[in-house]
């Protein structure tokens, strides 16, 4: 096997939610995830604490995009414009390859209390990235957390309807996540 490969990370989130739907999460060692990926397992500790976080692979980096995005947007834009600006920037890292996952990533995090724990923290990370982004905005606190968990929300439908959708449908997930979070924002409206 080979010690450093490019992809690694990839490779091995991708043998990890292929064995987690094929026989389990609780029944998924860190061993067989390794010898999928075609790595050691060493090499497998070297990118992940325990198998848990193979979840959360990539939210540094997706928490990091959100957060420019949004004090990237126009001094003048809204809390809610500036988290679609988040969510265009962050959505642009976003292939095929995670387009493909997605099925059965969801399918995995369904049947495991264990990786929905993880997945719920995952979230309030990027919450709390795209809040403290809102914040040094100028946003009131209030509004930026009611604003970043909107946009947490978005990202989640966006990405659900994305990976879902019609292959043929060339689109990214801007699109997906931009109209989940406008079907949010009119939502709120009735809230009234």
């Not at 988040?86 to 399918?107: C, D, I, T, V, Y």
């Not at 009131?140 to 990405?159: C, I, M, N, Q, S």
């Amino acid at each position: 096997m080979a010690r450093w490969q490019p992809e690694t990370t990839q490779r091995l989130v991708v043998a990890a939610v292929d064995l987690f739907t094929e026989q389990g999460y609780d029944a998924t060692t860190v061993a067989q995830i390794a010898e999928r990926a075609g790595v050691t397992k060493s090499t497998f500790f070297r990118h992940f604490a325990d198998k848990r976080e193979l979840l959360v692979a990539g939210q540094e980096t997706l928490s990091r995009l959100l957060a420019e995005g949004i004090a990237e947007a126009p001094a003048d834009a809204s809390p809610l414009e500036a988290v679609a600006a988040g969510l265009e920037r962050a959505s642009g890292a976003m292939g095929p390859a995670n387009r493909e996952l997605g099925p059965r990533l969801k399918a995995a995090v369904a049947a495991s209390t264990e990786l929905q724990e993880r997945d719920a923290l995952k979230n309030v990370g990027l919450a709390a990235a795209m809040t403290a982004a809102l914040t040094a905005r100028g946003v009131p606190d209030a509004t930026a957390h009611l604003a970043a968990e909107l946009g947490v929300l978005a990202f989640k439908r966006g990405y659900t309807q994305w990976s879902e959708a019609d292959r043929d449908d060339r689109r990214g997930l801007a699109p997906y996540a931009l109209a989940a979070l406008q079907d949010l924002r009119a939502a709120t409206a009735s809230l009234g």
